[in-house]
């Protein structure tokens, strides 16, 4: 990865009339700077802004405000009405859907951008053929799309990608069509497609798992916003909102009322949970902690009772009541606990959130119905 920047956006909007739902802000003020040769990944519930940032990044989509730069080179400046068409934008692109042509066979697939820009005919055949090789598809140059399997089509559309040499590569869940076992396979070959290529890749999806382990960095979105852009580890452990927290990994939440200096449980205050409050605490809090990060004891802590035990293949989940709510907990097999036993849990260094946005909630869902 070098200090390039790649793809930079500046205060870019994208806003969406319709008759039935009015306006709605896709991408509200997004800015971003994406270096040469990292793997970026758009990371958010669906209707958040993704596939609208990438559509604006590759030209298929107008902006409502701001301005994008592609290797140094504006592509795209609202205020100055200039756009440059997707084909000289010099992406690659891969899309969700395989979105490769069933009436021509995979030769003809993998040679069509290369064709539109009259490339000459030996060098198309060369390189068709090693792209193919790069994605393990040499010697099925005569057999259409359909003859293939899954898996194979969507290489298909990575080979046609590719087989340009573009600088930035945008990839819009490529593998969700695919089956776990192959998304694996999948994810390590564009990896290593992008080692030997050297191009920078912003992958869109709704995975955190997915997003985690491919990327150098990642944006996570909620609502056409960005919440919060870091590595995968930093997200994980820094998150800095409730949303980013509850997207990332298993969470555990606790609606916690603070009353003279001591947190309790919300809706049952018999019992304190000994916490160090923050600052700037409200009376009405959400503690987020992770399932594997609540140490379960015998007597100290929080004392409570085991409701349930859940044997699962590498961990076994207790789920504790603390006043009205249950709470997730997992720990090694060893540490061993009957329902209806008596505990203590102890909670460290929690994040503190503002309480549940049932508005935000609605908004989402709206969001995801389109
Ligand atoms: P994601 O890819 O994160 O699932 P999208 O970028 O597709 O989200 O959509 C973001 C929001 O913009 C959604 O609320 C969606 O309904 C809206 N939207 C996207 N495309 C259009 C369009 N062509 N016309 C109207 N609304 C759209
Ligand atoms: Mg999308």
């Not at 790649?6 to 009015?22: A, C, D, I, P, Y």
């Not at 573009?166 to 076992?181: I, R, T, W």
């Not at 789920?319 to 849990?345: D, M, N």
């Not at 959130?353 to 049932?358: A, C, Q, V």
Request: hydrophobic share 35%; net charge neutral; proline share 6%.
């Amino acid at each position: 990865m070098s200090d390039k920047n790649q793809v930079v956006l500046r205060h870019v909007t994208k806003r969406f009339t319709t008759r039935t739902m009015g306006t709605v802000t896709a991408v509200d003020d997004f800015n971003l700077e994406i270096k040469e040769g990292e793997c970026f990944s758009f990371l958010g519930p669906s209707g958040c802004g993704k596939t609208t940032t990438l559509r604006m990044i590759a030209g298929f989509e107008d902006l409502s405000e701001g301005e994008i730069e592609l290797c140094g080179r504006p592509v795209s400046i609202k205020a100055k009405n200039l756009y440059v068409p997707p084909e000289e934008r010099d992406l690659g692109m891969v899309f969700q859907a395989f979105a490769v042509w069933p009436h021509m066979n995979i030769f003809d697939n993998v040679a069509f951008p290369l064709k539109i820009r009259k490339t000459p005919k030996k060098e198309i055949e060369s390189r068709v053929k090693e792209a193919l090789r790069h994605c393990s598809l040499d010697g099925l140059e005569k057999l259409y799309p359909s003859e293939l399997s899954g898996g194979q089509q969507q290489r298909i559309a990575l080979a046609r990608a590719i087989v340009t040499n573009p600088k930035v590569m945008l990839l819009d869940e490529p593998l969700s069509n695919l089956d776990p076992k192959l998304r694996e396979t999948m994810r390590f070959e564009i990896k290593e497609l992008q080692r030997q290529f050297g191009f920078t890749i912003i992958f869109v999806t709704h995975d955190q798992s997915e997003a985690m382990a491919i990327s150098d960095r990642m944006m996570v979105c909620d609502m056409g916003k960005i919440m919060q852009i870091d590595t995968p580890e930093n997200l994980y452990r820094k998150p800095n909102s409730r949303f980013v927290h509850n997207f990332l990994g298993e969470s555990t939440f606790i609606n916690v009322v603070l009353k003279d200096g001591k947190v309790f449980p919300k809706g049952d205050e018999t019992q304190a949970i000994d916490l160090q409050i923050p600052e700037n605490a409200e009376s009405e809090m959400v503690i987020a902690t992770r399932p594997n990060a609540i140490r379960l004891t015998k007597d100290s802590g929080f004392i409570t009772h085991i409701e349930k035990r859940i044997f699962l293949t590498d961990k076994t989940e207790y789920l504790v009541s603390v006043g009205q709510q249950l709470v997730k907990i997992q720990t090694p097999h060893r540490v061993v606990f009957a329902p209806g036993e008596q505990c203590g849990i102890e909670i460290v260094s929690p994040g503190w959130y503002p309480p549940e946005d049932k508005e935000a909630e609605a908004e989402r869902a709206r969001r995801q119905r389109f």
